[in-house]
């Protein structure tokens, strides 16, 4: 459960958000992540792979996530985009990332959620405590209505954080992305801002 949010506060003019957890402390990047965040992506490339497009080596490195960081920042000022890094409370050691991302507002007034976690620090429930605690926000700060997530029907780790935060299956796309020369299914779930209120 959330204990509680820190939004809104300001750095150099900007706004950070932090969400404070149980176990996690998630807080939206900023530029001197950069490195910590290359470091992230370069230790998990074939890991995350499994389920995710391969990049080019340009992707992984501290330019390019700085450059990630610079465009996650203006989504935020727009408020159309929140990406979070997940740091175990009272440390400074980036274990993944979630981002609440493609916000739109009404008649939709939803958004997509996806997610990734350092390898060595899966089955642990964290992915789980961080969906809970951005569902939370997305639903209380950003008030939104419906938040969407694609997921691998063979990612069997996703689908399970996804049904313990209440996320309903609605159906399967087919060959939605192109992952590392095929095309693949994808599961689409979603959570209604009501389904937590049942």
Do not use: C
């Not at 996804?162 to 299956?169: D, K, M, Y």
Request: overall charge positive; charged content about 30%.
């Amino acid at each position: 459960m959330v204990k509680k949010f820190l939004n809104l506060l300001h750095k150099k003019g900007d706004k950070l958000v932090k969400i404070e957890g149980d176990r996690l402390l998630l807080r939206t990047f900023v530029e001197s992540d950069a490195k910590s965040l290359a470091e992230l992506m370069r230790r998990n490339k074939y890991f995350w792979s499994i389920h995710e497009p391969l990049h080019e080596e340009e992707f992984y490195t501290e330019e390019a996530q700085f450059k990630k960081i610079l465009e996650s920042i203006h989504l935020l000022r727009a408020n159309r985009e929140y990406s979070f890094g997940i740091y175990p409370k009272g440390s400074n050691v980036l274990i993944g990332h979630i981002s609440l991302y493609a916000i739109k507002r009404l008649p939709y007034n939803s958004a997509f959620i996806g997610y990734s976690i350092d390898e060595r620090y899966t089955r642990k429930g964290i992915a789980t405590e961080a969906v809970n605690a951005v569902i939370e926000f997305a639903f209380r700060n950003v008030k939104l209505h419906r938040v969407e997530a694609y997921v691998s029907p063979k990612n069997t780790g996703s689908i399970r954080v996804l049904e313990n935060a209440q996320f309903v299956r609605e159906g399967l796309l087919r060959e939605l992305l192109y992952i590392n020369g095929s095309w693949e299914d994808h599961y689409l779930y979603s959570l209604l801002q009501d389904d937590l209120r049942k």
